[in-house]
């Protein structure tokens, strides 16, 4: 299939780890819960690293449908921003569809989550790990599958 641009609609699995936890570093994966993270690439509804790591860029070859990626991302290229207080408030919204993506959903164990939201979305912490990402980036679906 042809290479996703700004404004085409994609669809990735990835496993969501990180370089600071202490004990594990897995943090979420769409494939366990057959749920792929969906965006129109440019939107600013994902992450920086996220949307560089499929267009490419800076020597990075954009990614082709069915290719598979690990990226790290920088805290400033990722959830950086989320750490950081709104003008009035304690902290910023961190929950899947409120705010920039993919973070993931609260389940009924919040294990994945609260992960993710102590190590990202916590104002007191003095600086973010980063994030490491295994990506696989879908072709374009039929509507009949």
Do not use: H
Request: hydrophobic letters at 30%; charged letters at 20%.
């Amino acid at each position: 299939g042809a290479v996703p641009q700004k404004g085409s609609n994609v669809a990735i699995d990835y496993v969501m780890s990180t370089t600071g936890a202490r004990y594990g570093t897995k943090i979420y994966s769409t494939a366990d819960r057959n749920a792929p993270y969906r965006w129109v690439l440019g939107d600013g509804s994902t992450i920086p690293g996220l949307e560089e790591a499929v267009l490419g860029g800076e020597g990075v070859s954009p990614m082709m449908p069915g290719g598979i990626r690990r990226v790290i991302i920088p805290a400033n290229l990722g959830y950086a921003p989320l750490a950081k207080p709104l003008p009035g408030q304690k902290k910023q919204e961190c929950e899947a569809g409120k705010g920039i993506g993919p973070i993931p959903p609260i389940t009924e164990d919040m294990g994945n989550y609260q992960r993710f939201k102590n190590i990202y979305c916590n104002p007191n912490i003095p600086y973010q790990p980063d994030l490491v990402m295994d990506i696989k980036l879908y072709g374009k679906r039929s509507s009949a599958s």
